[in-house]
């Protein structure tokens, strides 16, 4: 069975530019989740969809950041414009959950992220 | 609010032997998961194991357990006869009934030596 696929693995861009980071969730899981990690802030959770639908944006740092997931099998986390300070490795991950969001016992599965450096 | 500590920002073992690394976390919730995960040098997050809080047993995987002491609000990992391929951060997370989302402790980094 294929695991959470995100692309691209790796992004460089200039300051100033929009980039798109992609995600396909495993098939059959509700849940999705965009995090991001640096070395000073650790892991992050940005956002997280249940049921194609944002129930919890409070990560997403500023009006920069935007998730979208049109279908259950695809999700995109944007930064327009980006800035050095975005360099970091975004994951996304995807779990089963009951529909209502809350849940326990549900693994989250990561994919294996996306490295971006804003120059 | 819930809240994930980890106190050991690294960690030595030598190749052969067990660890432990520390895991604390703080919830007003009753019904909360515990879930370890491993993040070798390559950057993927690898799922290791997990803990319910109305588990009355200390989950196992392998050569990976959960010392889960509930009142003292610790899960533990434990790694016994640990290998060079153990060397890796590892990340400590809770998940409460009341939110479906994950919070993460700050990590270990364990080395493992030959």
């Known amino acids: 069975d294929a695991g959470v696929i995100q692309s691209p693995r790796h992004e460089v861009t200039e300051m100033g530019q929009e980039v798109t980071l992609r995600c396909k969730p495993i098939s059959g899981h509700n849940s999705l989740f965009w995090y991001r990690q640096t070395m000073m802030r650790g892991l992050e959770l940005l956002i997280y969809f249940n049921n194609n639908v944002p129930i919890d944006d409070s990560g997403m740092p500023e009006d920069r950041f935007s998730a979208k997931m049109p279908n259950a099998s695809f999700s995109t986390l944007k930064i327009q414009p980006s800035e050095p300070r975005d360099s970091a490795v975004y994951f996304c991950a995807s779990s089963l959950a009951p529909s209502g969001g809350a849940s326990y016992g549900e693994t989250q599965y990561f994919g294996p992220g996306t490295r971006l450096l804003v120059l | 609010a819930q809240k994930i500590t980890q106190t050991q920002p690294g960690m030595f073992v030598q190749e052969k032997e067990a660890v432990t690394l520390d895991c604390t976390y703080d919830?007003?919730?009753?019904?909360?998961?515990l879930f370890w995960y491993k993040q070798p040098s390559s950057g993927e997050m690898i799922f290791l194991i997990y803990?319910?809080?109305?588990?009355?047993q200390n989950a196992t995987e392998g050569r990976y357990s959960l010392n889960f002491q509930k009142a003292r609000k610790s899960a533990n990992l434990v790694i016994s006869a640990s290998q060079l391929g153990d060397s890796a951060m590892y990340f400590c997370?809770?998940?409460?009934?009341?939110?479906?989302?994950?919070?993460f402790g700050s990590g270990t980094k364990l080395n493992v030596k030959p």
């Open positions: 919830t007003s919730d009753q019904s909360y998961g």
């Open positions: 997370a809770m998940i409460s009934d009341n939110f479906n989302k994950f919070y």
């Open positions: 803990q319910g809080s109305y588990d009355e």
